[in-house]
């Protein structure tokens, strides 16, 4: 193992043994975001030369329900919980040598989503070239992993301490799904995806943990798709 794998390594296990670990699971059905961005790509990328991903739309979607469930954005010190002021949000980020990192967007919940596309898309293109800063990867109270760029379609992360909670994002995947409509239920082909919580049972419950997921979902399922990106500006 180099440096950074025996330290991922250590991390990693140390994280099992303190924490209680508990993995939620949701589907949502993200057909409205889908369209949209599919609306919008173009236009945003030709305004601020930055591509549109659906990362910072699931960062903006996990910060409005921390917002909700504030007991999601605290670090644990001992028997103690620190209440975090601002959400720092690391996303787990895959080196080309196989290795993991996490940039940190720091004050997540000040960015509008212009904002939050430059710096998902700055933090992930340094990190690929080594050249984050150390205060870039410092910080995070709450952490988001797209196991979907993968094309994993869940996953079951384990918490970056001293953190109690990490999500993880699937890949999109056209299903048949049923709708009810005023006729009635019919199927019809929509984007669905797996979201998962992994969070810590000593603060967490399991009432609150699939709560704050579900909180998650609904953000995402909610999208407007005739709103304009110059909205959110």
């Known amino acids: 193992m180099d440096r950074m794998r025996r330290m991922i390594a250590e991390n990693m296990v140390a994280s099992k043994r303190i924490s209680a670990h508990v993995t939620s699971f ?3 059905d993200v057909t409205r975001i889908v369209q949209w961005r599919d609306k919008v ?3 945003f990328e030709d305004k601020f030369g930055e591509k549109l991903t659906f990362t910072p739309l699931f960062v903006e979607a996990a910060v409005r329900a921390i917002q909700d469930f504030p007991l999601i954005n605290v670090s644990v010190d001992g028997h103690h919980l620190i209440r975090k002021k ?3 949000i690391g996303m787990a980020a895959a080196l080309p040598n196989g290795n993991l990192i996490v940039p940190v967007i720091h004050h997540a919940d000040q960015y509008n989503l212009a904002g939050l596309a430059k710096k998902v898309n700055d933090l992930a293109n340094r990190a690929r070239l080594g050249k984050l800063k150390p205060e870039e990867i410092q910080g995070a109270t709450y952490t988001l992993s797209n196991v979907g760029s993968f094309g994993n379609v869940m996953g079951t992360p384990i918490i970056n301490q001293p953190q109690v909670a990490i999500l993880a ?3 999109i995947k056209k299903r048949a799904a049923v709708m009810e409509t005023a006729e009635g239920d019919v199927i019809a082909v929509r984007h669905m995806m797996y979201l998962s919580l992994s969070y810590d049972h000593r603060i967490i419950d399991g ?3 699939a709560s704050f997921l579900s909180d998650v979902a609904r953000e995402m399922e909610k999208w407007d798709v005739n ?3 110059f909205q959110y500006l």
Request: a positive charge.
């Open 26 to 28: 949701v589907e949502a």
């Open 169 to 171: 994002v699937g890949a």
């Open 207 to 209: 009432s609150m943990g």
């Open 41 to 43: 790509k173009k236009s």
């Open 227 to 229: 709103k304009r990106w």
């Open 86 to 88: 601002h959400i720092h």
